[in-house]
């Protein structure tokens, strides 16, 4: 009886509302404090640091409620990149590719192209450069499309279960409702993603 009347009285979908407005500061937060790079920071020398403290100074300045620049978007992606390859085996490779080309500027969540990249970089196959993790970016100032692709881990039993995708997942929910779509999909050799929001 009492779901009957919370459904009635619309306090089902409040519920639903407050977790996805947690959800969206987690997956923020996930990326913005990310483990895997700060857990591979701390066990290198001293001296390779600096670039991740300037890096982490510039993500500490973002916030859930003020959306930021696509130029902004795409320079800290770059950065994490660059810090990734820093510390990962010989072989590892990323192949970025961007062929968004605007007359205006757009703006976005911040972080919001982060966590399919690094749920790419922390769990898929990528000490070969034979397979390097390949990223996509395309769209138009009213359409945004990231593809990335990484070799399977055969070490892991469902290539997309992790916290990271499912907190991005619900982000997604809350930031762009009806006007994005997530495709996940896997075969024995390689794992895609493919996002797209409508701006």
Known sequence: MSSIINRF????????????????????????????????????????????????????????????????????????????????PQGFLVKFENKIKLQYDVLLPPLILFPMVQHAVENGYNTMSSHPIRIRLSGSSKLIVLEVSYRVNHYLEGQFKSDLIRDFEK??????????????NSNSNTCRSTLTIQL
């Open 9 to 88: 009285l619309g306090k089902k979908s409040v519920r639903n509302e407050e977790s996805l407005i947690l959800a969206n500061r987690l997956s923020f937060k996930n990326s913005q404090l990310n483990g895997f790079l700060i857990k591979n920071f701390l066990a290198t020398e001293k001296a390779t640091k600096q670039g991740y403290i300037d890096f982490q100074a510039l993500l500490l300045q973002l916030t859930t409620d003020r959306f930021e620049s696509l130029h902004v978007e795409l320079d800290l992606l770059n950065r994490y990149l660059l810090l990734v390859e820093s510390f990962m």
């Open 171 to 184: 982000r997604l929910d809350y930031l762009f409702p009806e006007k994005h779509n997530l495709l996940m």
